[in-house]
């Protein structure tokens, strides 16, 4: 009997050990400190619901130009807690600080209108600027951060 306990503990820790290798391997593939994130609104509802997990490809100056219209994208908006993930209806350039970038016109599936403007140094955009452009989508995941979901929040985690 002794040594069945043994054996749980060790199948734990290899379990453990395994999913840190995959996702430090994911970070280092896919360019990105956050390879598998939970969608936590329902803002691109029919595309992802809660509880979805969404597999990310990091975006950079280095290859924004890989965003086009129609791709999903996070980025991160200053007064928000977690960053946003919605669709790219359109592309642009503004002009911040007399340099010119790239500009992502953005909104959620479920949402009826563009998501606000976009507060930067030089004043109000009414897209995301390409520095705030985080990651891409590549892959959704239905249903399997459902738990891990309900539980942070019963936690008052988030």
């Known amino acids: 009997m002794e040594d069945g306990w ?9 379990a453990v050990i395994v999913v840190f ?7 280092v593939a896919l360019h990105t400190d956050s390879p598998l994130v939970i969608v936590v609104s329902g803002s691109m509802e029919p595309v992802f619901y809660r509880g979805d997990v969404v597999l ?27 960053p946003i993930i919605h669709r790219v209806r359109g592309i642009s350039e503004v002009n911040l600080g007399g340099k010119t970038e790239k500009c992502f016109l953005t909104w959620g599936d479920n949402n009826w209108a563009p998501d606000p403007e976009y507060p930067t140094p030089y004043g109000m955009v009414p897209c995301v600027p390409a520095y705030a452009v985080e990651d891409k989508a590549l892959l959704v995941l239905p249903k399997i951060g459902l ?3 309900e539980i942070r929040e019963s936690l008052g985690l988030g």
């Not at 290798?21 to 970070?27: A, D, E």
């Not at 975006?59 to 965003?67: A, F, K, L, M």
């Open 147 to 149: 738990i891990p979901l």
């Open 21 to 27: 290798i995959f996702q430090f391997g994911l970070k």
């Open 56 to 82: 990310l490809k990091g975006i950079s100056e280095e290859n924004i130009d890989d965003v086009h219209i129609n791709d999903v994208i996070v980025y991160k908006r200053p007064g928000y807690e977690y």
């Open 6 to 14: 043994k054996k749980d503990i060790a199948w734990v820790l290899i």
